[in-house]
């Protein structure tokens, strides 16, 4: 009886031992691959206006008579934008030019009485002094005259200063001007972005602004998700003493998504370099940290705390951490424990299917 007793509980500790040293799961393993992955410096910033032109009058004190214009509207050099009440500058352009009229009746009769005088010093049938008082009213009215042609040609000016011309192509950013206001030489009435063309202000610190320089390709992501492709225009000679920031100026295409004030986030391709990678399927994120299970060749598991660097569609980069020969758990780790013994299965691959697959299959 004592016999039997022993060896039935021996057999039960042994059968319990079986079961704590049998496999719980199954799993496919993969092992770090290098690849060759892009190298990028990534930034954010705002999209202004490559330039703005302030557009503003020249006329004073005139009433604004129409504007032709609208924000957004996309304008050409020369158009006419808005047109001043011209009716008083007319008046006086006309007076000015009835006052050349009189200035040039009024040389023409001193300039014939300094002939005659000087046709009769000859003779001696005219004083000398007065000779010489006909030849400085003949200078006097010619310099009247140009006096008056100047005024004419200031009221000239006044007259095409009615109308408010765009000093280049451009699409309207802002618009000030309001039917029937008069307003002071000087008044600013639109602005104008040049040519329509937007650039991505990207701050980028310090350490990293001389890795870029001009003509380098951007990814700009905009607000929504879209996309611009820019390039490096120039780099400004200053830092931000506050942020240790310097600012990379990027020209950016022409397209209806971007917007001047809107902040955007994109990176600069620098070129590419080999990386020891992973499946993203393989690398757990706990914390902030990854981690990824390590497979021995008894098929015991050992969690890794390991460094993550770039992330692609499907791949992380691995920055240290873990051997490059290591045998990691390709898929379900958070089924996982530091520990656990598992059963590897060979031939899977990194097949997402053969991989949900063999994550369900049990030991009996």
Same mark, same amino acid.
């Given at each position: 009886?004592?016999? /039997? ?9 042994? =059968? ?10 199954? !799993? ?29 009058? @020249? ?6 008579? /129409? ?18 009440? +011209?009716?008083?500058? =007319? ?5 000015? &030019? ?74 309207? /950013? ?19 972005? &040049? ?12 350490? @990293? ?45 022409? /397209? ?34 990854g981690y990824v299970h390590r497979v021995d060749g008894n098929g015991?598991?050992? @969690? ?23 045998? !990691? ?12 013994? !598992? ?10 299917? +053969? ?10």
């Amino acid at each position: 009886m004592h016999a /039997s007793r022993g060896t039935s509980g021996s057999a039960a500790r042994d =059968s319990d031992a079986a079961a704590i040293a049998q496999p719980a799961l199954s !799993v496919a393993v993969t092992t770090p691959r290098p690849a060759m992955l892009p190298t990028r410096i990534a930034a954010h910033g705002n999209v202004t206006a490559w330039q703005e032109a302030s557009i503003g009058t @020249e006329a004073n004190g005139l009433r604004l008579a /129409s504007v032709e214009v609208n924000v957004g509207d996309v304008v050409q050099r020369g158009q006419v934008l808005a047109t001043f009440a +011209s009716d008083t500058v =007319s008046a006086e352009l006309a007076q000015s &030019r009835a006052a050349v009229a009189e200035a040039e009746a009024a040389l023409a009769e001193a300039e014939d009485n300094a002939q005659r005088a000087q046709e009769l010093r000859a003779t001696g049938a005219m004083a000398t002094q007065q000779i010489l008082q006909y030849s400085t009213a003949a200078r006097t009215a010619r310099a009247r005259l140009e006096a008056t042609r100047a005024v004419e040609r200031v009221q000239q000016l006044r007259l095409a200063q009615t109308q408010v011309h765009a000093p280049d192509d451009g699409v309207i /950013s802002s618009r000030s001007a309001t039917v029937g206001a008069v307003l002071p030489a000087g008044q600013e009435l639109f602005r104008l972005i &040049r040519h329509g063309r937007l650039e991505w202000r990207a701050e980028v610190t310090a350490s @990293e602004l001389e890795r870029l320089q001009p003509g380098l390709s951007a990814r700009v992501i905009l607000p929504g998700g879209r996309e611009l492709e820019g390039r490096v225009r120039t780099i400004a000679p200053l830092v931000d003493s506050a942020t240790r920031n310097g600012l990379v100026y990027v020209d950016l295409p022409i /397209s209806d998504v971007a917007r001047a004030g809107m902040f955007a986030r994109g990176e600069f391709e620098l070129g590419t370099r080999q990386a020891l990678t992973l499946p993203r399927s393989a690398v757990q994120l706990r914390d902030g940290f990854g981690y990824v299970h390590r497979v021995d060749g008894n098929g015991r598991i050992t @969690e890794l705390k390991v460094l993550l660097g770039q992330h692609t569609d499907d791949r992380i980069e691995i920055l240290s951490g873990l051997e490059p020969d290591a045998t !990691v758990v390709a898929s379900g780790g958070a089924f996982l424990g530091d520990g656990d013994q !598992v059963e590897v299965i060979e031939g899977l691959g990194e097949s997402a299917e +053969s991989l949900a697959t063999a994550l369900n299959v049990r030991q009996p």
